[in-house]
């Protein structure tokens, strides 16, 4: 069985695609975050997310939250860790087009985490799979 990622592993991940991404001038910081510090935006307890990201684009910093591995109901967050920073990351490298994205309708939102989900898995199924990862 594989193990849970680490912070340590948080960070490995943050430093690869923080590279890849090219946002290497930003400064990031990464932590796992409880259930609690992970409520959606919409403010629903029912509504958990995987991650969040607040961003100060004006100083080019950022701090990106994870849902740590004790509040995941079972062993397939495991895999979806990684794909969660990128997640994340991607967020900060749209946040110049946020405004043209989503524009004045909430459904806005939706549109934005359905490109970056999808941007999300094929960036990281295509690095495990050129890195022999799968």
């Given at each position: 069985?594989?193990?849970w990622?680490?912070?340590a592993?948080?960070?490995?991940y943050?430093?690869?695609?923080q590279?890849?991404?090219r946002?290497q001038h930003?400064?990031i910081?990464?932590?796992?975050?409880?259930?609690?510090?992970?409520i959606?935006d919409?403010?629903?307890?029912g509504?958990?997310?995987w991650?969040?990201?607040?961003?100060?684009?004006?100083?080019?910093?950022?701090?990106?939250?994870?849902?740590h591995p004790d509040?995941?109901?079972?062993?397939d967050?495991?895999?979806?860790?990684?794909?969660t920073?990128?997640?994340?990351?991607?967020?900060?490298q749209?946040?110049?087009?946020?405004?043209?994205?989503?524009?004045?309708?909430?459904a806005?939102?939706v549109?934005?985490e359905?490109?970056?989900n999808v941007?999300?898995?094929?960036?990281?199924?295509?690095?495990?799979?050129l890195?022999?990862?799968?």
């Open positions: 069985m594989q193990k990622p680490t912070e592993d948080l960070r490995k943050l430093k690869r695609w590279r890849m991404l946002l930003w400064r910081k990464i932590s796992y975050g409880r259930t609690r510090e992970m959606a919409d403010g629903h307890s509504s958990i997310s991650g969040r990201c607040t961003m100060n684009d004006n100083h080019l910093r950022a701090r990106v939250m994870v849902l509040d995941y109901d079972d062993d967050g495991r895999e979806e860790i990684e794909q920073v990128v997640h994340e990351l991607l967020h900060i749209m946040i110049g087009m946020r405004d043209a994205i989503k524009g004045p309708d909430p806005g939102d549109v934005e359905q490109v970056i941007n999300a898995d094929l960036l990281v199924g295509l690095y495990r799979q890195h022999g990862e799968e």
